[in-house]
C-alpha cells in the first residue's frame, strides 16, 4: 500500500512519524516525490491543486486531512469514482466543543463589554440571563455540531441546531430544511456556524440570515471563510443588527494585514485554530481507513460528493 | 416573623418583591427604618456594620445575602451564640461554574496570546494542549468549588481541589491540609481561587504560593480580594512567574479608577460579577431558612464560626 501526502500550506513535518508509527506497512510518499504515479493507492490531501488528484490512475482512496472536503470537491478535475473520506478524529471534535464552549461563554457573559470597561477603567456589573434564557443555534449538526450541542445543553443553554434532515440530539431542539430557517433564526441570540461548506451554504452568514436574527444577536464562524459575506457582516456590525462576531476562518487565510477586521472592536479574529488537525492523533484515524482499503470494506466517513459533506 | 435588611452596597430595591413574593407571611424592614429593635427575628445581611447585629437584643438568625460570610465574621460584637446561614443558590452554583468555566478555557485555549496577536494583526497558530493534559488546581471544594470541578472535568481536564480535608468527588485529584498544599501548587498549571476567606486563607495567592506553582502557571481569582496580594501577583507577573490573572475580587471594590490592575496587559479585571446574588432565587433559599427557624429546625447551610465558614 503506498499514500501520497499533499498539503497547501504546510510539510509532510509532524505527519512523517505519526503515520509511520501508526502504519509501519504502508509507503508514505509526499509530493513533490511521488516517483511512479501508478503506484499511488490513496492520497491524503489538503487543498490538493486541480488534477493533482487525475494524475494518479490507480487511486483508490482520498482522504482529507481535515473535517471538511470542500477543498477536495472544489477540484473540477477530481477522479469522480474514488471514495473520499473526511477526517474525524475525537482529538479534533474534543478541540472544536472546546472552542465553541468558550466562544458561547465569551458572548454569554458579556466579555466583550467587560473588556471595554476594563480599557475605560469602568466598574460596573451587568447581568448576563441565565443559561436557560440563553438561546444557542448551531447550524449544522454533524459530527461536530452535535458534539459541540451536548456540550452547551450540559451548561444549560436552551439550544436548537439547522440542518438538512431532521436529527434527534437529547435537549437540542432540531430545525430542518429551507422551510424551518427563518423560525431557527427567529430564537437565535448566538449563531454558531458548523456546516459543511457546499454550494448551498456558501454566503450563508449574509444579509438576508443576519436580518432574520433577533437584533443585537451574535454570530461565531468556525466553519469555512465561504460561509461568510464579509461586508454584510460589516454592515450588520455597524447598524447594530449584529453585536458582535467571532471569526475563525476567512475567505483568505491568513487574514491579510490590512483586513478590515483586526481592528474591528466588535470582532474576535482567530487564526484557524478551533479544530486544529493534529497528525499524531489523525494517524490512528488514516491508518483505519487504509486497513479498511486493503481489507476491501466500506467507509464510515465517505462523503457523498453530491450533497457535498 | 420579622426580618430586618440591610446591605453595605445596595438597596431594598429588587430584594422587595422577591421576598414578599417568596414568603408573604414575613414582615420586612429595611434599615434604617427598623421600629422596635426588641422585635427582630432574623436579618439578612451584607457586610453589616459593627455592632449593628448586636443592638437587635432578639435575633435568632443572620442569613449572608452571598456565598460567602467573611463580611459578617469580620464584625467583632456580632451576638456569638446566633446560627449564620450563607446563601446557597443553584442560580449562584451555575453563575460561578460559567464565569470558572469560560475563564480556565479563556486561559487553556491561549485566549490572551490571540488578543495581542489580533492587536498586532499578527496570524499565528498557537496549539494548546490537549485539556487532559491541562492541570486545573482548584483552592476550596465546597459548594461551588465542587460544582466547578464537575463541569471542568466534563470538558477533560485533569482537575485536582486542595481543601481543609479530604474530599471524595468523580474523577478529582483531592489534596487535603498544609501538607498536601506544595504538592498541589506543584501539579497546577491553572489556579483557581474558590475558598471561604478567613484568616487562614488571607493572602493565599501569595509569593509563596505562586512560587510553588510551575513556572507560566495562572490563576484565577473568583474568591475574595482578601486572598490576593496585590503587590506579589504584579511581583510574580513581571518575572514571567505567573502568566496571566484573571481577577474578579478586589481588596476595594470598586477597583479604583487608578489602580494598576486595569492597564495590566495580563490582567483581566471584571467587576464582582462571578457569582451575583440574584435576589429572586435567593429569596426561596432564604424563605426556606426563616420557615426552618419557624419550625425549630436544623440549617443545612450554617456556618461554623470558628473555621470561618
Known amino acids: 500500500m503506498i499514500l501520497a501526502f499533499y498539503s497547501a500550506n504546510r510539510g509532510l513535518g509532524a505527519w512523517e512519524p505519526a503515520l509511520r508509527q501508526a502504519m509501519p506497512e504502508v509507503e508514505l510518499r509526499a509530493a513533490p516525490d511521488l516517483g511512479d504515479l501508478e503506484e499511488i493507492d490513496a492520497a491524503l490531501v489538503w487543498r490538493p491543486p486541480p488534477g493533482w488528484l487525475a494524475a494518479l490512475p490507480n487511486l483508490k482512496l482520498i482522504l482529507s486531512q481535515g473535517a471538511g472536503v470542500d477543498h477536495i470537491l472544489t477540484d473540477p478535475l477530481r477522479p469522480r469514482h474514488v471514495p473520499i473520506v473526511r477526517l474525524v478524529d475525537p482529538y479534533m471534535t474534543r478541540s472544536m466543543v472546546e472552542y465553541v464552549t468558550f466562544q458561547v461563554l465569551r458572548l454569554h457573559l458579556k466579555e466583550p463589554e467587560f473588556r471595554r470597561q476594563q480599557q475605560d477603567h469602568v466598574w460596573r456589573q451587568l447581568v448576563p440571563p441565565s443559561a436557560r434564557d ?176
Chains 1, 2 share one sequence.
Open 134 to 309: 440563553r438561546r444557542i443555534g448551531i447550524l449544522g449538526l454533524g459530527e461536530l455540531g452535535a458534539a459541540c450541542a451536548a456540550a452547551l445543553v450540559a451548561l444549560g443553554f436552551d439550544v436548537a441546531g439547522w440542518s438538512r434532515s431532521p436529527k434527534q440530539l437529547p435537549c437540542v431542539t432540531s430545525f430542518a430544511g429551507e422551510a424551518a430557517f427563518d423560525a431557527f433564526l427567529a430564537r437565535t441570540d448566538i449563531l454558531v456556524c458548523l456546516i459543511p461548506l457546499t454550494a448551498a451554504t456558501r454566503g450563508i452568514l449574509g444579509r438576508a440570515t443576519f436580518d432574520r436574527l433577533p437584533r443585537g444577536a451574535s454570530v461565531i464562524n468556525a466553519g469555512r471563510g465561504g460561509h461568510l459575506a464579509e461586508a454584510d457582516l460589516l454592515a450588520a456590525l455597524a447598524r447594530g443588527q449584529i453585536a458582535e462576531a467571532v471569526l475563525d476562518v476567512f475567505e483568505t487565510e491568513p487574514l491579510p494585514a490590512d483586513h478590515a477586521f483586526w481592528d474591528h472592536p466588535r470582532i474576535v479574529v482567530t487564526p484557524h485554530v478551533a479544530a486544529l488537525t493534529n497528525p499524531v492523533t489523525a494517524a490512528e484515524a488514516i491508518a483505519a481507513n487504509l486497513r479498511r482499503l486493503a481489507a476491501g470494506e466500506d467507509f464510515p466517513d465517505r462523503i457523498d460528493p453530491d450533497a457535498g459533506y
